[in-house]
């Protein structure tokens, strides 16, 4: 019987991916849904190739545009919709729509699928308590796509073990800047913040990988997936983005995960889990563990990674004033409206906000509640810098 399945932000860099594995094995796939924001002629095209009946095209705009076009396929233009396209649960769904926007969407499939790959880190770092208890009411299973939150969840077959480890280190590459004095950071342009050395993925997430917001975040996404607290998670400088963690026992024994620097594997293996097809292709790569460079962060060259500092033990809204902070930031210096040097200064002093900080006593109960915070945080930085 063919896998059902459903991509969320299929357009994207990872809802791509998704697309380019499964086109070796289209057969064994019925994709009942594909979803994008404004890129409308991609998701039609991926439509007709995989003979998708349902597309949520979430951009007024071009959701018009499609329906004028009066095709035999359903089009919604929100998410409202789910149960009349999922019939009955579907065997996976990816989670790949870019930033806080991921949330609800993601929230919303749970129920219709046996099994679901999360991408989307802002539904992780802002929502976890919610998430879990709607996969565990709907016996949902879960795998983080995250290539670092992959490798260890891979590395820890049976969850009990985690209770046996004493550290974690998530690598990071140390992004575009790594290597540039610090000197030069006043002169970075947004070109330079979104060339990513290493991995290919959209602009905003290649911003957060310049500035090593993206490390704060899979700190904290780690935090929530594997339920430690932020002392146990360490961030390693690692160029080569070969190793993507390291997980150290307290029995004395240490597991490193490494793979090639292709988000293609963490996403293979959250659909197919046993299936070999990277067996042909990927050999291990001697030269590069022969090679393996890991070093601590530079906080005075990346301060935003002091962030972890502050972020409460108990999960809380806090985390939704983070990722909102830093998505309205990230918004405006790809609007050219601050540069990259003013970013840890402008991040620091705003979460510093008495109204922002009351938020770390408070534990999310719903979605929506997220949803209004971010536009009110989104609101009062932007009424600031615009
Ligand atoms: P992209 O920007 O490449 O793609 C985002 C996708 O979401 C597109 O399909 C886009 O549609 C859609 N989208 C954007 N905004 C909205 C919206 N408001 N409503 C509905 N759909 C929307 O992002 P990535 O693929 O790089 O990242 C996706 C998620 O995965 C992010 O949360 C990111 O942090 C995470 N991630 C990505 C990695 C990577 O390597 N790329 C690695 C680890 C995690 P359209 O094309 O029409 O704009
Ligand atoms: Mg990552």
Redesign the pocket.
Known sequence: MKKKIAI??????????LIEIIKHDKNNFEIILL??????S??LNQAKIYKVKNL????KK?YEIVKKKKLKINIYNNFDNLNKIFKNKIDYVM?????I??LS?TFQSIKYTKKIGI?????IICAWNILKKELNKNNTKFIP???EHFSIWSALPNKKIINNVDEIFITASGGPFYKLPISKFSKITIKDATSHPN????????V?SSTMM?KV?EVIEAKNIFNLPISKLKILIHPESYLHAIIKFKNGLSKMIVHETD?KIPIFNSIYENKEYYKKISKLNLNKLNNLNLKKPNLKKFPLIKILQIIPEKFSLYETILVSTNDTLVELFLKNKINFISFPKVFESLIKLKEFKKYKNKVPTKIDQIIKLNKLVQLNIKSIYT
Do not use: H, Q, R
Request: no cysteine; hydrophobic share 30%.
């Open positions: 969320f932000g299929s357009t994207g860099s990872i809802g791509k991916s979803t994008a924001n404004k890129n409308y991609k998701l949520i095209i979430t951009d071009s989670s790949a729509i870019s930033g926007d991921g969407p991408a989307n880190k802002e539904s796509v995250d290539s991995w290919k993925m959209g602009k905003k997430i290649s957060d993206n975040f988000m």
